[in-house]
């Protein structure tokens, strides 16, 4: 029988109507497209993307998802993101077969368990995933505007950089998959003093850096593991947004700050 990893914060983070749900985040990729400069000279591979509320960061993700808005090859997007409910260390698979949202049921490419599970820190662990909501607000954006996709979620606890790009190099694949990382960048700061840290933190990732740290960004793991693949790699790297909270639906005493970049 298929297991279905529900929604936990639909309602909350985002709307439970599916109709309007969709109409929002089509208002948000059509906004982005307006105010940001999402067409890339290079097909992106990888995004990372903020994860808050929709009225608070909706719009910066969008930023992210607008630039792979016209590929018609993604079939697969492999979605890490932090645990900000169950202490863990390593990574956590799903046993899932779906996750759901109000616009569907997405399937989890299980395929590459077997030799993921061979790796150093990957566990199962549903507990990881139950209540997660930094890869719970990714797939509205990907059921939009990739449709019908296969995920590989991965919530992403302590874990050494070079143990996140062990998962990612054996998921890498071709131009079918698209690797998104969900991070916010700093926490309740002033405004001012979030743009200065959030602002130094993309210096960083534009560098590939891979030293960010939980205050520079709550997905720091998954981050610096991605950047030190892509560095591996010799992918390139596009900043497509920096704001905060206070930008959107915030006040400017203490904003959460987000980022959105691309590399190909």
Not at 130 to 137: I, N, P
């Amino acid at each position: 029988m298929s297991s279905v990893r529900m929604p936990a914060v639909s309602g909350l983070f985002y709307t439970s109507d599916a109709s309007v749900l969709k109409a929002e985040v089509e208002g948000f990729l059509s906004d982005a497209t307006r105010r940001y400069n999402t067409e890339l000279p290079f097909t992106p591979k990888a995004l990372i993307v903020p994860h808050a509320g929709y009225i608070y960061s909706g719009i910066f993700a969008a930023a992210a998802y607008s630039s792979v808005a016209s590929s018609a090859t993604i079939s697969r997007v492999v979605l890490l993101g932090p645990s900000h409910r169950v202490p863990l260390r390593g990574m956590a698979l799903s046993s899932s077969d779906f996750f759901r949202t109000p616009l569907g049921d997405v399937t989890i490419d299980k395929r590459n368990y077997p030799p993921l599970m061979q790796l150093p820190g990957v566990t199962v662990d549903d507990q990881a995933h139950l209540h997660e909501h930094s890869l719970e607000v990714q797939i509205p954006f990907l059921q939009v505007v990739l449709g019908g996709i296969e995920i590989l979620p991965v919530v992403v606890g302590l874990t050494p950089a070079h143990e996140v790009a062990a998962l990612l190099a054996e998921v890498w694949g071709g131009d079918e998959t698209l690797i998104v990382v969900s991070s916010d960048l700093s926490h309740y700061h002033s405004y001012d003093d979030a743009g200065r840290i959030d602002r130094d933190t993309g210096k960083d990732i534009l560098s590939f850096s891979t030293q960010l740290h939980g205050e520079q960004a709550c997905g720091c793991y998954s981050v610096n593991g991605l950047l030190f693949e892509l560095k591996r790699r010799g992918l390139v790297a596009r900043e497509l947004v920096v704001a905060n909270s206070g930008d959107t639906a915030g006040d400017h005493q203490r904003v959460v700050g987000y980022g959105a970049y691309a590399f190909g």
